[in-house]
């Protein structure tokens, strides 16, 4: 079993900054990526960003240049640095594993951090 814990999330202003974590705990053999996705109010959750186990990162087209996602001592903690951050990007941030159970993968979530960012 793995839990996600996330934090960081709070109010900012438009062009401000916050860094959320995740951080894991549990037993992880294999991970496939570390995602981080956002739902907003009356909209569908839509992934935000991603790391590989390789380190290869991806973005939506809507947070490159400003987000970067980053991790820490292995797969223990990762990171989401949001620069320049607009309005739009309010919304509740989550963070997720796939993990790797051969030949089968399974997604783990956290609980969700607040994001907002006010006008």
């Known amino acids: 079993q793995v839990q996600l814990v996330e934090s960081g999330g709070g109010l900012v202003q438009a062009g401000g900054s916050l860094r959320l974590s995740c951080s894991a705990s549990?037993?992880?053999?294999?991970?496939?990526?570390m995602n981080w996705y956002r739902q907003a109010p009356g909209k569908q959750r839509e992934l935000v960003a991603s790391i590989t186990s390789g380190g290869s990162t991806n973005y939506a087209d809507s947070v490159k240049g400003r987000f970067t996602i980053s991790r820490d001592n292995g797969w223990k903690t990762v990171y989401l640095q949001m620069n320049s951050l607009k309005p739009e990007d309010t919304a509740v941030y989550y963070c997720?594993?796939?993990?790797?159970?051969?030949?089968?993968?399974?997604?783990?979530w956290g609980q969700g951090t607040q994001v907002t960012v006010s006008s």
């Open positions: 549990g037993s992880i053999v294999s991970i496939n990526a």
């Open positions: 997720n594993y796939n993990v790797n159970l051969y030949p089968l993968a399974r997604n783990y």
